[in-house]
């Protein structure tokens, strides 16, 4: 992969562990939390559409639609998955399966051809993920298998999303900054129903969360905006499973600032998913 592209990834798994550590934390916000850090990472991000220019064209409209639809499946069950499941379990199993998922929808729909040591990357990648969610001993038997299930299913919501929108920021050419703030806008409008109906629920969620609102509304879409960029740099198959880089740093944060179990094991779960990560680059 480039030297760009990897620097992107990298800024962007930072962003992506801590937005979704601050979402662990508030567990029981639900599509609360969410509505409110879709209004302000809206009214944040806004400004930044003075500097692209904007596709509002039907395709355009229609495509950052379905993607909307593809990521607030993904952040409702995230969510859900945070309330009855550890981060180090759900999260990485997560960002494991999409990527894998991705991987082979890139080469047997879009085309792509991957070099053999990018492959064994990816799959290093997965064994890393495996490591870091499964095994005996993590506490929690219903717990652990709640979790796993939840990550598998956001899994695949992922693997949709990201062959979706890496299409739409290349060969479609939208903006990643005007994508990712469609995107947003969509999300918002389909949840407001929700807050209009539970103006209470909002108000104690905001009071409880305020703090966790402003982390995910600013590093969320900052950290996807970031890999959109680093699509038109390389190949989704390359990509999508290096961004998985945020599973290291999501299992230290686990580990160090929730006292979740099991930290040696998640930990060199999380050193393997590294070493198929710079496999990954050097192919």
Request: glycine share 12%; charged share 10%.
């Amino acid at each position: 992969m480039p030297p760009a592209a990897i620097a992107l990834v990298v800024a962007a798994a930072f962003c992506h562990a801590g937005w979704n550590l601050a979402a662990k934390r508030a567990g029981d916000g639900g599509p609360a939390l969410l509505w409110m850090s879709t209004v302000v990472s809206s009214v944040l991000y806004a400004p930044a559409l003075f500097f692209v220019r904007p596709s509002f064209t039907w395709a355009a409209i229609g495509v950052i639609l379905c993607s909307a639809v593809m990521h607030l499946g993904y952040f409702v069950l995230l969510q859900r998955g945070y309330r009855v499941g550890d981060l180090s379990v759900v999260y990485p199993l997560a960002r494991g399966t999409g990527p894998l998922l991705s991987v082979g929808v890139a080469v047997l729909v879009l085309g792509e051809r991957p070099g053999w040591l990018a492959l064994a990357g990816g799959l290093t990648v997965v064994v890393g993920i495996l490591i870091v969610s499964g095994g005996p001993g993590t506490g929690d038997r219903h717990r652990r298998r709640t979790g796993l299930a939840y990550g598998l299913v956001v899994g695949v919501f992922i693997a949709g999303y990201t062959v979706f929108d890496a299409h739409a920021v290349g060969p479609l050419a939208i903006a990643p900054l005007f994508y990712e703030w469609g995107s947003n806008v969509c999300r918002l409008v389909f949840l407001t129903p929700y807050a209009v109906r539970n103006p209470d629920r909002v108000r104690d969620v905001w009071r409880r969360y305020r703090k966790e609102v402003f982390v995910i509304a600013g590093l969320s879409p900052l950290a996807y905006i970031l890999v959109l960029f680093a699509y038109r740099m390389a190949p989704v198959s390359l990509v999508a499973p290096a961004r998985e880089l945020s599973i290291v740093v999501g299992s230290v944060f686990g580990w160090l600032l929730l006292r979740e179990p099991n930290p040696l094991r998640r930990l060199l779960g999380a050193a393997v998913v590294l070493g198929g990560v710079i496999a990954l680059a050097a192919g």
